[in-house]
C-alpha cells in the first residue's frame, strides 16, 4: 500500500509540476513575466510560510549561515530559475513542452555542479558521456538555424537553459552549506525573498501592475501555479523526499514533460514537434548514463534488477 501511495503522489507531483508550464504559458497572455512570477511567490511564500510554521519548531532562520542559505535559495532557485523560464516562456517558440523538457535537464546539470562545489561527489568518464548526451539532447530540442542563432525561438530556449542552470547550481550551494536549515524553512524564506528580488528586477525591466489585464484566465493561472504548483506541489515534494531519497524524486523532471505536453495540448492546442521528443529521448538518456550507479541501485532495491 506504501509503494501504491508513493507512485500516486508521485504521478500527482509530475502531473501539478508539468501541467505548471502550461499554466505559465497561459498567464503570460495577461502578465508581464517576470512580475507574473514574482505574484506568484508573494504567494506561495506566505502559503509555504505557514505551513514551515506548521511542521518546524523554528520556522526563522538563525545566524548568518542559515540566512545565507536563504539567500542562495532566492537568489537562484527561486529569483534566477524564474525569470529566466518566464522570460523564455513568453516566446511562442516555447512551448509547455519545450520548457519542460529543457528544464529536464537540471538533474544531469546539478551533477556538474556537485563535482565542482562537492568534493565527495564524483563524475567518472562516462558520467562525463552523459552531460554530453543530455546537451546534445538540448541543441536538438532548440534546433538553431546557423543562418540565425537569434531567429526560431533559440534565445528564449537558452534562457529556459539557464533556468535550468541557475536552478542546478542554487541545489548544489544550499546541499553544499554547513547550516541545519529545514527544508520546510529554506523553501518559505527563499521563495519569499526571492519574490522580492523579482519585485526589483520586474521594476528595473520597466514592468507595471498597470500591465496586467486581470481576467479571469489570468487569474486562474496565478492562482494554480499559486497554490497547486507550488503550495501542494512542495508539500507532496517534501513528503516524498523523505521516503524516496533524492534520486527516485528526480525523476520527477522525467515524468512532468509528459503532462506537460498533454497540458499546452489540451488548454492551449500547442503541437508537439519531432525534435521535442526527440530532445527528451536524448536528455533521458544522458541522465542514465549520468545517475546509472543510482538508479541500479533503486532498481535493486524494488527488486527490479538483479
Known amino acids: ?31 508581464p513575466p517576470v512580475l507574473f512570477a514574482a505574484l506568484r511567490y508573494d504567494i506561495a511564500g506566505v502559503v509555504m510560510l505557514a505551513y514551515a510554521a506548521y ?79 543530455g546537451l546534445v539532447g538540448a541543441v536538438v530540442l532548440a534546433a538553431p538555424d546557423p543562418a540565425n542563432l537569434t531567429g526560431g525561438g533559440t534565445v528564449a530556449k537558452f534562457l529556459v537553459l539557464l533556468a535550468a542552470a541557475s536552478f542546478a547550481l542554487g541545489s548544489v550551494l544550499t546541499r553544499a552549506s554547513d547550516a541545519d536549515l529545514p527544508i520546510e524553512t529554506m523553501e518559505a524564506w527563499s521563495m519569499l525573498a526571492g519574490a522580492l528580488l523579482m519585485h526589483l528586477l520586474s521594476v528595473g525591466l520597466g514592468e507595471s501592475v498597470a500591465d496586467v489585464a486581470w481576467t479571469r484566465e489570468g487569474v486562474l493561472a496565478l492562482a494554480y501555479l499559486s497554490v497547486a504548483a507550488s503550495g501542494l506541489g512542495f508539500l507532496i515534494y517534501f513528503d516524498l523526499l523523505d521516503r524516496l531519497g ?51 541501485s533503486a532498481l535493486r532495491e524494488y527488486g527490479i534488477a538483479a
Do not use: Q
Request: glycine letters at 8%; hydrophobic letters at 60%; a neutral charge.
Open 1 to 31: 500500500m506504501s509503494r501504491a501511495r508513493d507512485l500516486a503522489l508521485f504521478l500527482v507531483l509530475a502531473a501539478v509540476w508539468g501541467s505548471a508550464f502550461m499554466a505559465i504559458k497561459a498567464g503570460l497572455a495577461y502578465f
Open 55 to 133: 511542521a518546524v519548531d523554528d520556522p526563522v532562520p538563525r545566524g548568518r549561515d542559515e540566512w545565507a542559505v536563504v539567500a542562495v535559495g532566492a537568489t537562484l532557485i527561486i529569483a534566477g530559475y524564474h525569470a529566466f523560464l518566464f522570460v523564455g516562456e513568453s516566446d511562442p517558440a516555447v512551448t509547455s513542452a519545450v520548457a519542460a523538457v529543457i528544464v529536464s535537464l537540471s538533474p544531469v546539470l546539478t551533477t556538474v555542479f556537485a563535482r565542482a562545489f562537492l568534493p565527495s561527489e564524483r563524475l567518472t568518464v562516462v558520467g562525463v558521456i552523459g552531460l554530453l548526451v
Open 246 to 296: 533524492p534520486i527516485e524524486i528526480n525523476l520527477v523532471s522525467y515524468v512532468a514533460p509528459i503532462f506537460a505536453a498533454l497540458a499546452g495540448w489540451v488548454f492551449l492546442s500547442e503541437g508537439i514537434t519531432v525534435n521535442t521528443v526527440a530532445g527528451f529521448l536524448i536528455i533521458c538518456v544522458g541522465f542514465a548514463l549520468v545517475k546509472r550507479a543510482a538508479l541500479r
